[in-house]
Each structure stands twice: as structure tokens, then as C-alpha cells.
Nanobody, 113 residues
Framework: QVPLVESGGGLVQAGGSLRLSCAAS????????MAWYRQTPGKQREVVAT???????NYADSVKGRFTISRDNRNNTVYLQMNSLKPEDTAVYYC???????WGQGTQVTVSS
């Protein structure tokens, strides 16, 4: 398995920014798509953003224009830049290699009003 470790979460005020990182111990270049998911109490885990190995990105409607997903294959790291944060963005965020069993442990993001 390829361990995935998220970092960068924390507590911020509405309108603030955070940058999440997902570090893999081995190459992520072989994965077609990396993704960020999030989950809040009482809700199903939902996809936030995806990034293909060829650079194509997709975003959930709720974060379009505010979040940016990117990857650095050389450093085996996936990022999620989160701007203009809203209280509704509060959740545990998970890194995932699509179509695999690889998940990170999650990092908490809390946005205060």
C-alpha cells in the first residue's frame, strides 16, 4: 500500500485560507486521479476536488472558484488550496487515490463565522 498523510488543517475565520497537503511515501504518478474528500457528522463522505495525472481538474459546485487542487509528482504530494472559506466547509478532509484502497487519515478543518 501507499501511505497517504494529510496535514495543514486547523481553525480559521470565515474568509480565511488554508493549504492542505497529502504526502505519499511512494510515487503517485502511476495513479490516474488523486482526490480530496470531506465528511461532516451525519453526512456521507463527498468528493471535493479531483486532479488527473494529465492535469485536468474537477470541483464540487460548492467549492468552485474557491478551492484549487494540484499535484507535484516529483515530491509525491497533492495539495488543496482553500480560499474564501465558509463555515459550511467545516469537515474532516481526506486524501484519496481514486479507484484504489488508499486513503489518508484525515485532517480537521474548522471555519468559524
Amino acid at each position: 500500500q501507499v501511505p497517504l498523510v494529510e496535514s495543514g488543517g486547523g481553525l480559521v475565520q470565515a474568509g480565511g485560507s488554508l493549504r492542505l497537503s497529502c504526502a505519499a511515501s511512494r510515487s503517485i504518478a502511476s495513479f490516474n486521479t488523486m482526490a480530496w474528500y470531506r465528511q461532516t457528522p451525519g453526512k456521507q463522505r463527498e468528493v471535493v476536488a479531483t486532479n488527473s495525472s494529465r492535469g485536468r481538474t474537477n470541483y464540487a459546485d460548492s467549492v468552485k472558484g474557491r478551492f484549487t487542487i494540484s499535484r507535484d509528482n516529483r515530491n509525491n504530494t497533492v495539495y488543496l488550496q482553500m480560499n474564501s472559506l465558509k463555515p459550511e466547509d467545516t469537515a474532516v478532509y481526506y486524501c484519496h487515490a481514486e479507484y484504489s484502497a488508499y486513503w489518508g487519515q484525515g485532517t480537521q478543518v474548522t471555519v468559524s463565522s
